[in-house]
């Protein structure tokens, strides 16, 4: 429960951010417009979204530094409380982000358009791959840098250096996926529809468990240190 | 009953250590823990609040260790800093929802109206708040919810006297039913002395004094007069001789005033006085080696 | 009932208390009977320590000015005239032995302080 509570301290640290997100949704619906290709300027929009999660979802370290944290770190709650609390900010963040994907994606098909089930599969994977690079990044903050000053600036880097190469990467997938799919044969296409299905499920589930190891280091870390 | 317990507390930096500080503070007292900038006291502060860890000793409030319970622990201590302790970006309305949200006893009824009565603005982000605001809202934090131990480091620095009354007020107020107490530090009591019932004196992290405040002061004598008139065996009991072009000051202890014979003048010390001759004491041993 | 303290006073705080309050008990001013504030409230309302104002009273007790009964707080007790004698006449006592000190320093003969007590005492 307390960790719930300092998600939320999280969500008013940053609900500045927070109003920024419809924008990105917008220009997601503006990348993806008039659907095309086999649905891949949707998952270019996408991709886009959870780049901008992953950035954004290490904001609260930013905005809790110094002489700042004290009235956190006196709250009556252990280190577990506050480091599980920092890790479903960036969970809840990204799955956020995702779900707006789906949104965009269930609009879509409202619309008639119809949407690939391997793109939802990939969809998936993507959320995975968002996932794990906010748990590495929460753990090379808690590692290195929580609530030092001065850290954040170096820190900029750190944040968007894995967003930019999750976005790359999925611009690559979507060029090998477009590939595989003007080249292959519709009964190809079929069959990789299920394969993709199951390994989005399961690279979330992956990265859910990493997340969940992250945050146990996170945790035995912060414990033996002061300010804490 | 002790309320707090500080036992052979010790903290090792690599310019500093804090060595061995121990004392017990009972329900219903106020104690002053003074000493120079840099000295050791926001490190015992941080210590008992338990924000930092000790390399030796324990503390204990209501009898409870930090270990035993961290989060029961620290729902006893209400704390106020020499700066706020509040995220910058934070406004009073979100303050008072993690305050909701964390602490069973908080009242809101109570926090608004601290809120009302200092007139914090309600629609400013803390950044903007002056630095009497910032402090008065960490009051309003703290004396809106069931605490048992008040910890103010610095907490009057820089604030203007009416402002300063009035903490000593709040201070007066927070003991008055005889079940909850006050350590507050600072490196000048001046007004601050006359509410401290018992005064603990660190220098470079050690131990000095440590006394009720009514003894230390019966204890000690303010010696003025001419340098030239000291006799050897008076200048060796002494403290802090502070000598001028014209005569002399210095500390001593009252069991020896039979040596001042008549040619001094002599009167009651303040702590602050106390505190200033010792640490001048310190620097002139330092001097001499 | 009043408390006035002096910061430039040579009397610690405590004494000063004491001084106050058994100067308007021996004249009546605090009658026989009155309960007297907490320790804790008047330690509030002067602005001073705890254990000044308890210092304060357990003299006062012990000197039977005041009874402090558990629960009840401490009641001003009457001060028979017997006590009030000997303390007045602890007074007088004080004041002469001041003049006579310094009589002696100045090496004042008796007949001389004598003259000047009469004197004063016609006056």
């Known amino acids: ?228 | 009953m002790e309320l707090l317990e500080v036992k052979n507390l010790s903290k090792h930096y690599k310019s500093f250590d804090l060595k061995d500080i121990s004392f017990t503070l009972s329900k219903g007292y106020i104690m002053g823990y003074v000493g120079a900038n840099g000295s050791g006291k926001t490190t015992t502060l941080n210590l008992i609040t338990g924000i930092i860890k000790a390399a030796e000793g324990e503390t204990y409030i209501d009898g409870m260790s930090k270990e035993e319970d961290t989060a029961a622990y620290r729902d006893k201590i209400g704390y106020v800093g020499d700066e706020s302790y509040f995220p910058d970006h934070f406004k009073i309305r979100h303050i008072r929802r993690v305050l909701k949200d964390f602490y069973s006893t908080f009242s809101e009824e109570k926090f608004d109206g601290f809120v009302r009565e200092w007139s914090l603005p309600e629609n400013k982000t803390l950044k903007d708040f002056s630095r009497g605001m910032k402090v008065m809202l960490m009051f309003a934090s703290v004396l809106s919810r069931e605490t048992k131990l008040l910890v103010l480091d610095e907490a009057t620095n820089g604030l203007d006297p009416v402002m300063r009354k009035e903490i000593l007020r709040l201070m007066q107020e927070y003991v008055m039913d005889g079940e909850r107490s006050v350590i507050f530090s600072t490196h000048i009591l001046s007004d601050l002395e006359q509410i401290a019932d018992y005064i603990y004196f660190i220098h470079e992290g050690r131990t000095v004094l440590y006394d009720a405040k009514d003894e230390l002061i019966e204890n000690f004598l303010l010696v003025k007069g001419e340098s030239a008139k000291i006799p050897p065996a008076l200048k060796r009991e002494l403290i802090g001789l502070e000598e001028n072009a014209y005569g002399f000051e210095a500390v001593l202890p009252s069991d020896k005033a039979e040596l001042l014979g008549s040619a001094f003048l002599f009167e009651k010390p303040t702590i602050d006085q106390i505190v200033i001759h010792y640490i001048m004491s310190a620097g002139n041993q330092a001097r001499a080696k | 009932m009043k408390i006035i303290i002096s910061n430039q006073s040579e009397l610690p705080i405590y004494a000063q208390i004491r001084e106050q309050l058994k100067e308007q008990i021996l004249n009546g001013q605090i009658p026989e009977g009155e309960t007297l504030p907490s320790i804790r409230q008047l330690a509030k309302e002067v602005g001073v320590s705890v254990i000044t104002t308890t210092r304060a009273y357990s003299e006062l007790e012990a000197e039977g000015f005041i009874a402090t009964m558990q629960g009840k707080g401490s009641v001003v007790l009457p001060t028979d005239n017997k006590l009030l004698r000997e303390q007045y006449l602890l007074r007088i006592e004080e004041g002469l032995s001041t003049a006579i000190g310094t009589a002696k320093t100045m090496g004042m003969s008796r007949e001389e302080l004598t003259d000047i007590f009469n004197n004063l005492l016609e006056t």
């Open chain 1, 1 to 228: 429960m307390r960790a719930l509570h300092f998600m939320k301290i999280d969500y008013m640290l940053t609900r500045k951010q927070l109003y920024i997100v419809p924008v990105f949704f917008l220009l997601a619906l503006v990348t993806s417009r008039g659907i095309s290709e086999g649905g891949t300027s949707l998952l270019v929009a996408c991709s886009y979204m959870l780049f901008v999660a992953s950035i954004f979802a290490t904001a609260p370290f930013g905005y809790c530094v110094g002489k700042n944290r004290g009235f956190l770190l006196l709250l009556p709650a252990t280190v577990k409380d506050r480091v599980v609390g920092r890790f479903l900010y960036g969970l809840s963040f990204v799955a956020l982000l995702s779900l707006l994907c789906g949104v965009l994606a269930g609009g879509y098909l409202l619309m008639g358009v119809e949407v690939p089930l391997w793109l939802w599969g990939v969809g998936l994977c993507e959320m995975a791959a968002g996932i794990v690079i906010m748990a590495l990044e929460f753990l090379f903050f808690y590692l290195f840098g929580e609530g030092k000053e001065n850290w954040q600036y170096l820190s900029n880097i750190v944040r968007v250096a894995p967003g930019m190469v999750m976005f790359f990467a999925a611009s690559a997938l979507v060029e090998e996926v477009q590939d595989t799919a003007a080249s292959g044969t519709g009964m190809e296409l079929e069959s990789m529809t299920g394969k993709f299905m199951q390994t989005g499920v399961l690279a979330v589930a992956v990265s859910l468990l990493l997340t969940a190891v992250a945050a146990a280091v996170c945790v035995k870390v912060i414990e033996k240190r002061d300010y804490a």
